[in-house]
Nanobody, 116 residues
């Protein structure tokens, strides 16, 4: 059974940093795209960043220059380093793995709150 467990969320002041981690178990995922989505209160879920099995990365315009995504295949883990956080980054952040058969796996989410 595939499981995704996120960690690293919390409360941070504007301008601060957080590092999210997502550990994936139940399979071998080094060939799959792994990513981070977020859902702010009252809004839909949006893609923040992802990284393919051959290390191509995508970052949403809203986070370019502030967030970095990378993966450690040996640990089945994907990371999201978030710098210069803004109040509008406040959301529940979800880890995602997109398998080659089209199946999407999701974590339960970790809350990031940016507030003074």
């Amino acid at each position: 059974q595939v499981q995704l467990v996120e960690s690293g969320g919390g409360l941070v002041q504007p301008g601060g940093s957080l590092k999210l981690s997502c550990v994936v178990s139940g399979g071998i995922f080094r060939f799959y795209t792994m990513g981070w989505y977020r859902q702010a209160p009252g809004k839909g879920r949006e893609l923040v960043a992802d990284i393919t099995g051959d290390w191509k990365t995508y970052l949403a315009d809203a986070v370019k220059g502030r967030f970095v995504i990378w993966r450690d295949n040996a640990k089945n883990t994907v990371y999201l380093q978030m710098n210069t956080l803004k109040p509008e980054d406040t959301a529940v952040y979800y880890c995602n793995v997109a398998a080659s058969d089209g199946t999407n796996y999701w974590g339960k989410g970790t809350l990031v709150t940016v507030s003074s």
